[in-house]
């Protein structure tokens, strides 16, 4: 029963994409929706796309082996979706598709396209821990192993994108949205009731101190302020008031969200002496919860899952395409995008398979992302003008540095994580305009 549902839900998103595969009638709606969402949708998809299973499934982990230092990943996103607020009146005006767009009117076509060929690199780690959370809800779901359900979910995601676009995916996040607060709600309620006998360890602690949380204000609150996805469900908003009321709904969504997931968390300190690889959310829906309740959260967590990747396999391949042409203005872009959907998206079946750890995996390809075009990207939005060869350098030095300092690890990586925002900072003022 649960297989044919399982199946049954996944042959309704392929219906989905085929629906408004007929609705596309330009690259206007097929990269931006038509530049036409209103204010639930623009909020309903973008916290559909930040509610993937890194966020969901990574922050209750974290929370299980960091204690009440799990709230940090969800108040880190709302301390840069505040900080992206004063913001929106500089980029409210601004007709291109993408950020990398957006860099290439500041900095060049050359910063554009070296643009457009690193972030979908990095943001492959961003889908495959989207298609990781799948596999693992497919695993317990089906008689699938973890491999079968990594095919299984990728191959899913990469049909429903390649048809349906923009437009299917900002119509229907808010209604995957729906289920995943449901599926959340109710698990929260159910195990609030639970007293606390173990001794649960500080919102900062010896596990995740003040050094950490720096870390992770630079490298994940900054991909909210900056950030490719987040831009592309603004830049689909009808108007200004759009995107800021759309905002302030997201950010008060989501702080409750981190004491909840974080709740969610510290329930399975109680419950489980040891989960090993699995995670622990997942554990509790299968062993703790009444059986309809766990199904409810599964769907709510594959419906999170959807509507995250799809955002972020269209945002990896369209910037890719701006590789091969100047901008996304044509039928052209949306051929050669569909065509690096399926590269990608391949590509991101491949590394899920090697790669088991969701919230380890998207934190690294954020912190190359942030180490590159934070900065550039934010100076720019206030007019900073520098030479393009001294931005491509930044870029460069900042994302190699901020690779190898999260691979190294600990506090010794963390301080190199800092190291990079300062090599980008100090490159680009070196080199700026004389004219600013």
């Known amino acids: 029963m649960k297989e044919l549902l399982l199946f049954g839900y996944f042959l309704l998103v392929i219906l989905v994409g085929i629906l408004s595969f ?6 206007k709606d097929f990269f931006v929706a038509g530049k036409s969402a209103g204010i639930f949708q623009v909020s309903g998809s973008l916290l559909a796309s930040i509610l993937g299973s890194s966020a969901i499934i990574g922050s209750v982990d ?3 082996t960091s204690g009440w230092a799990g709230i940090w990943l969800m108040v880190c996103a709302s301390l840069g979706l505040i900080g992206l607020y004063p913001l929106v009146k500089h980029i409210k005006n601004f007709q291109g598709y993408n950020l990398p767009s957006m860099l290439g009117s500041f900095y060049g076509e050359e910063v554009q396209r070296i643009s457009s060929f690193i972030i979908p690199i990095a943001w492959l780690g961003v889908v495959a821990s989207q298609i990781m959370g799948a596999a693992k809800i497919v695993t317990i779901l089906s008689s699938l192993n973890y491999v079968q359900g990594v095919w299984l979910s990728g191959l899913v995601f990469i049909v429903y994108t390649i048809l349906g676009g923009q437009l299917s995916i900002i119509k229907t996040d808010v209604i995957q949205l729906m289920f ?20 649960i ?33 603004l830049f689909c908003a009808k108007d200004e008031n759009t995107m800021r009321k759309s905002i302030i709904i997201t950010i008060l969504v989501l702080l409750p969200l981190a004491f909840i997931f974080a709740k969610i968390g510290v329930y399975g300190i109680q419950m489980f002496d040891e989960v090993g690889r699995e995670s622990v959310l997942l554990m509790i829906a299968n062993e703790k919860l009444p059986k309809v309740l766990g ?13 995250s990747a799809d955002t972020t396999l269209l ?6 395409t701006q590789v091969f042409l100047k901008d996304l203005k044509s039928k052209k872009a949306i051929f050669i995008t569909r065509i690096l959907m399926v ?17 380890s995996t998207l934190l690294l390809a ?7 075009f934070i900065v550039p990207t934010f100076v720019g939005i206030f007019g900073f003008r520098a030479k393009k060869e001294v931005v491509i350098l930044a870029i460069i030095a900042g994302g190699v540095t901020a690779l190898i300092g999260k691979l190294i690890g600990g506090d010794r990586g963390n301080y190199i994580s800092i190291l990079a925002y300062l090599i980008n900072i100090s490159i680009l003022f070196l080199g700026k305009n004389k004219k600013n």
């Open 343 to 359: 590269v990608f998206g391949l590509l991101a079946i491949l590394i899920a398979v090697k790669m088991k750890y969701i919230l």
């Open 180 to 199: 995943i607060l449901a599926g959340l709600f109710f698990t929260f309620v159910y195990v609030l009731p639970e007293p606390i006998t173990k001794e």
């Open 201 to 233: 360890l500080p919102v900062v602690n010896y596990k995740f101190g003040i050094m950490d949380i720096i870390v992770m204000i630079l490298t994940y609150s900054t991909t909210f302020l900056v950030g490719p996805d987040i831009y592309s469900r």
């Open 62 to 64: 974290f929370a299980y």
């Open 315 to 320: 945002t990896a391949s369209s910037l890719f």
């Open 295 to 307: 199904f409810f959260l599964y769907f709510g967590l594959l419906s999170a899952v959807i509507s």
């Open 366 to 372: 954020l912190a190359v992302y942030s180490g590159a």
């Open 22 to 27: 007929n609705k596309i009638k330009n690259d």
